[in-house]
C-alpha cells in the first residue's frame, strides 16, 4: 500500500508555469506506474500524464503534449508534474495517483490516490 501526497497547486496567470509534487507518506512509489490526473468542476476525472514504474514510458493528454512533463525521481520517492504555458482551461484539482496494473489511462484502473492539489490558472 502507499498513500500519496501532492504539492505545488495555486493560482497563476495564463502562460506561467507550475511544478506539482507526488510524495508517498507511507510506502514506496518505485514499484507503481503512476499518474497525474485532474477533474475541473462539473467534469468528469481525466488522465493528463502518466509514467512507467522506471520512468520508460510516459503518456500524454494530447492538449498537455509539449507543454506538460511527468518525471519520476524513484530514489526520492518522489513523481513530478512541470506544467508550463498554462491556459485557464488547465483549472482543475490535479491528483496523484498509483496502480498495480502498468501504465494506465483510465482513473478506475488506479487504486491509490492522493487529496489533490488545486491549480487555477487566471488572469
Not at 84 to 107: F, V
Request: charged fraction near 20%; charge should be positive; hydrophobic fraction near 30%.
Amino acid at each position: 500500500q502507499v498513500q500519496l501526497v501532492e504539492s505545488g497547486g495555486g493560482l497563476v496567470q495564463p502562460g506561467a508555469s507550475l511544478r506539482l509534487s507526488c510524495t508517498a507518506s507511507e510506502g514506496t512509489l518505485s514499484q507503481y506506474p503512476m499518474a497525474w490526473f485532474r477533474q475541473a468542476p462539473g467534469k468528469e476525472r481525466e488522465i493528463v500524464a502518466g509514467i512507467s514504474w522506471n520512468g520508460g514510458r510516459t503518456y500524454y493528454k494530447d492538449s498537455v503534449k509539449s507543454r506538460f512533463t511527468i518525471s519520476r525521481d524513484n530514489a526520492k520517492n518522489t513523481v513530478a508534474l512541470h506544467m508550463t504555458r498554462l491556459r485557464p482551461d488547465d483549472t482543475a484539482a490535479y491528483y496523484c495517483a498509483a496502480t498495480t496494473r502498468g501504465l494506465q489511462t483510465a482513473a478506475n484502473e488506479y487504486e491509490y490516490w492522493g487529496q489533490g492539489t488545486q491549480v487555477t490558472v487566471s488572469s
